[in-house]
């Protein structure tokens, strides 16, 4: 079966192009690395590649801090590799999902020197939000960043600049229409170099309004908003109600002059995904309206719990509110600043959840490595790079752990991804995990994706919506199980410590772990599996 528009029910495998190859032997991963793997990318059955930024960048937020939006930073190669491999995933039919950065700038960016060259009210620092400190000397607000310590930096005249994210990070007056014009430059630059879509880093974050007000809570707020941060649900949802620098109306305004620009390109359905996490829930549709995005992701299952009352509670929720802008949902398991799915709910439960997503409608993302079933990487701290870590004086140890280089090949570390010491160390421990060593067991995390994704195009993709089949509002009779059926497949997902009878009909196509027995006219599915069945 098909979808059209191309991204509707699209697979997307994200990579983080500092470790998915190294192809120049530095230890770092580079665009060439990325070109030389397409074929391995493409074998996966997914639709699309999303790459992380690679643009100029001082690197103090693995790239999110953007020197020149409109070139390729010498870490990874230069435009003429961005080029080819755009050039060579399309001759695979993968489309290119380039990670667009519009809420900051790095402080080496041309614009920000310019500013701190110039004086207070000048047009240089009206591009970002200079401010003067207050009476007392201190800073405008008591706002904290999202990295940890405060949200203001002071320069040599006594002014202070916003960064929500790292001081290097110096947030852009969305206000000032020279900004947008900048962005729409930088949007042309990459469709025209080929792009398929962007997914936009921070899109909820453009618009800042009460700069000039306190917070009531802010570490508090400060914590809600970090997903490696683990906290109450109740007390994180009451926090997030209260961010004043999210969600403003402004942003969307901004969005809808995109769609324009986007939709100016007849012929090529270039789509965009919103890294929008706002609260309550339901806002995030209006990010997916039809003058504005296409996708807005979905975090639920990063941070949800392997409990079948709380996965019911996401799909259904995100099913029915995107239902209300007639937009799909998207999911996610993992991503770069998330801990990786099997570290947080074990092995066997990754593979169970993974399977079970796969059978819903809409987009799923697959961060790379997740198909290996990679746990996070154990580092030391002496390891560790993530501006989060040194904002928080190691409090918070950060997101490297998901941002391990990706194990090719071989028995010894670092598996094939470099000849060079890698920029964070592959532990030996991950000798079963290497794609290598996968591809030749059957029974491996990655026949299980390939095997997955291939029947979901063949039976779900365009297949409509779900039928709840059991859950704990669909005729439970059993707390462990969770299923839906959709087209011809009915999905059965246990997520308990034994093994569990349903009535699920038809022929088992596939399993995330272990055997399926029948019994007395009932299907038993293995603890923590989940099973298709096709009828
Ligand atoms: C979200 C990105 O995914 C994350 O890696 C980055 O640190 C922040 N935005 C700031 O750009």
């Given at each position: 079966m098909n979808s059209s528009p191309w991204w509707k029910e699209?697979?997307?495998?994200?990579?983080?192009?500092?470790?998915?190859?190294?192809?120049?032997?530095?230890?770092?991963?580079?665009?060439?690395g990325?070109?030389?793997?397409?074929?391995?990318?493409?074998?996966?059955?997914v639709d699309a590649i999303w790459l992380s930024p690679f643009y100029t960048s001082p690197n103090k937020d693995g790239g999110y801090d953007v020197a020149n939006p409109r070139?390729?930073?010498?870490?990874?190669?230069?435009?003429?590799?961005?080029?080819?491999?755009?050039?060579?995933?399309?001759?695979?039919?993968?489309r290119v999902i380039a990670d667009i950065v519009p809420n900051h700038f790095s402080d080496q960016h041309e614009w920000f020197q310019a500013a701190l060259k110039s004086k207070r009210g000048s047009k240089e620092r009206e591009r970002f939000h200079f401010y003067d400190a207050n009476e007392d000397g201190t800073p405008p607000n008591n706002w904290i960043s999202l990295f940890g310590g405060p949200s203001w930096t002071q320069v040599e005249d006594g002014q202070f600049y916003l960064h929500l994210f790292d001081s290097t990070q110096p947030d852009l007056n969305w206000e000032n229409p020279e900004v947008n014009a900048d962005f729409e430059k930088t949007l042309r630059f990459w469709i025209d170099l080929g792009v398929d879509g962007f997914r936009i880093?921070?899109?909820?974050?453009?618009?800042?309004?009460?700069?000039?007000?306190?917070?009531?809570d802010p570490q508090g707020l400060s914590n809600a908003l970090r997903l490696d941060v683990a906290m109450d649900s109740e007390e994180r949802n009451a926090l997030l109600l209260t961010v004043p620098y999210f969600d403003r109306q402004g942003v969307h305004e901004i969005y809808r002059k995109w769609r324009k620009l986007f939709d100016s390109y007849t012929g090529r359905e270039i789509?965009?995904?919103?890294?929008?996490?706002?609260?309550?829930?339901?806002n995030a549709t209006r990010y997916v309206r039809a003058d504005e995005l296409h996708q807005v992701f979905n975090f639920d299952l990063l941070t949800a719990e392997f409990n079948s009352d709380v996965l019911f509670d996401v799909v259904e929720r995100s099913i029915s509110l995107n239902a209300t802008v007639n937009a799909l949902p998207t999911w996610a398991l993992s991503n770069h600043d998330s801990p990786r799915v099997a570290s947080r709910i074990g092995d066997e439960q990754?593979?169970?959840?993974?399977?079970?997503?796969?059978?819903?409608?809409?987009?799923?993302?697959?961060?790379?490595?997740?198909?290996?079933?990679?746990?996070?990487?154990?580092?030391?701290?002496?390891?560790?790079?993530?501006?989060?870590?040194?904002?928080?004086?190691?409090?918070?140890?950060?997101?490297?752990?998901?941002?391990?280089?990706?194990?090719?090949?071989?028995?010894?570390?670092?598996?094939?991804?470099?000849?060079?010491?890698?920029?964070?160390?592959?532990?030996?421990s991950w000798k079963d995990l290497t794609i290598e060593n996968e591809l030749a067991d059957p029974k491996s995390s990655l026949h299980l994706y390939k095997n997955a994704l291939e029947l979901r195009k063949e039976f779900l993709v365009g297949a409509g919506g779900i039928t709840w089949l059991e859950s704990s509002q669909?005729?439970?009779?059993?707390?462990?199980?969770?299923?839906?059926?959709?087209?011809?497949?009915?999905?059965?997902?246990?997520?308990?410590?034994?093994a569990k009878e349903c009535d699920a009909a038809?022929?088992?196509?596939?399993?995330?772990?272990?055997?399926?027995?029948?019994?007395?006219?009932?299907?038993?599915i293995p603890a923590r599996s989940t099973a298709w069945f096709l009828t």
């Open positions: 699209a697979t997307i495998y994200q990579i983080y192009p500092r470790s998915f190859f190294d192809s120049n032997s530095d230890g770092e991963g580079d665009l060439p990325i070109t030389s793997k397409l074929d391995y990318v493409k074998s996966l059955g070139d390729v930073d010498p870490r990874f190669g230069n435009l003429e590799d961005a080029r080819e491999l755009i050039t060579q995933a399309h001759k695979r039919d993968l880093d921070v899109a909820h974050g453009l618009i800042k309004e009460d700069v000039l007000t306190n917070h009531p789509m965009a995904v919103a890294e929008a996490w706002v609260h309550p829930p339901v990754a593979r169970a959840l993974a399977l079970f997503v796969f059978g819903l409608p809409g987009s799923a993302y697959v961060f790379a490595g997740q198909e290996l079933g990679l746990p996070d990487g154990q580092l030391q701290d002496s390891d560790r790079q993530d501006p989060t870590f040194f904002r928080t004086n190691g409090a918070i140890k950060g997101r490297d752990g998901a941002r391990v280089p990706l194990p090719w090949s071989g028995d010894t570390t670092p598996f094939g991804f470099s000849t060079a010491k890698p920029w964070l160390p592959i532990s030996q669909h005729g439970h009779k059993n707390d462990s199980l969770l299923s839906y059926s959709r087209g011809s497949i009915t999905v059965v997902m246990n997520l308990s410590d034994s038809g022929k088992l196509i596939i399993v995330s772990g272990g055997t399926v027995d029948a019994r007395d006219g009932k299907k038993v």
